[in-house]
């Protein structure tokens, strides 16, 4: 941790933090850990935790940003991957399912799916672009689950598409490296750590409820992730790149919490 927390950083590794943090979090109720999870702290607190005098808005938010890249790490290190995300029946699929974009609907932008190559660049040992057609011919999965949007709603989505964790073994990704980072044609961007882009339930979208993903839900390609909220599952991916870089992403970089579990 940095320069807001050098009181920590004085007598504490972080391997330490780990463990204790790991061990507090397991002896602690669900409502608790969600307490202990959550971001709410005073400006009084976050000048305590980083033992600086919060004086104005720009060491305020410094700090602010600062408590949310801890927060990133600890819930990277509580994230079990093993754990799976609520599926559901066919027939609790949220009707109509809702759009959301930093844009509105009306200013979706197309994509040709004939042209339309899948970019995969980075720390991959094959880096070629990918057709639609090569795309559907890999082993295909689907999902019930649940997508939460931070602006307050959540809906329940049928996605159908290729298993992330077998696409980047395809790919000889390296599975060491830390992010995976998206680019996508309407200019969004995100990136996601390691571990849950091997989660099982991490898929390549192509379909949603058993149609080629609409426009709106992101036509060709989205990542439909049920362990992540709604801002960190990109649609319309035009690019996939492995990186040990920390990539952000449009939101993020705007302060929402760069791990964004649900
Ligand atoms: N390319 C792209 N992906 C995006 C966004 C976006 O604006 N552009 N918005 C995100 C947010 S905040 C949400 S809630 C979901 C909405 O997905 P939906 O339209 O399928 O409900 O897409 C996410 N992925
Ligand atoms: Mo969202």
Redesign the pocket.
Known sequence: MSKHFHNLQTFDSDAFLKDATKDLARRMEQPARRMFLSRALTLGGLSLLSGCAIVDENSAEAALMEVSRWNDKVQGWLFDPNRLAPTYADSMITRP???????GEDEIRPVDGERYRLEVTGLVADRHSWSLQELHALPQADQVTR?I???GWS?I?KWGGIPFSSFLRRVGADLTAKYVGFK???D?Y?SIDMPTALHAQTLLALS?DGQPLPP???FPL?LRMPTK?????????QAIFVTNTYPGG??EDQGYNWFGGT
Request: hydrophobic share 25%.
């Open positions: 399912f809702p759009f959301n974009a930093f844009y997508h949007c931070v602006e809906a989505g996508c044609s309407d969004y995100t949603y709106r839900y992101g989205k909220l709604g801002y960190k599952n990109p649609k319309h991916i449009y939101w």
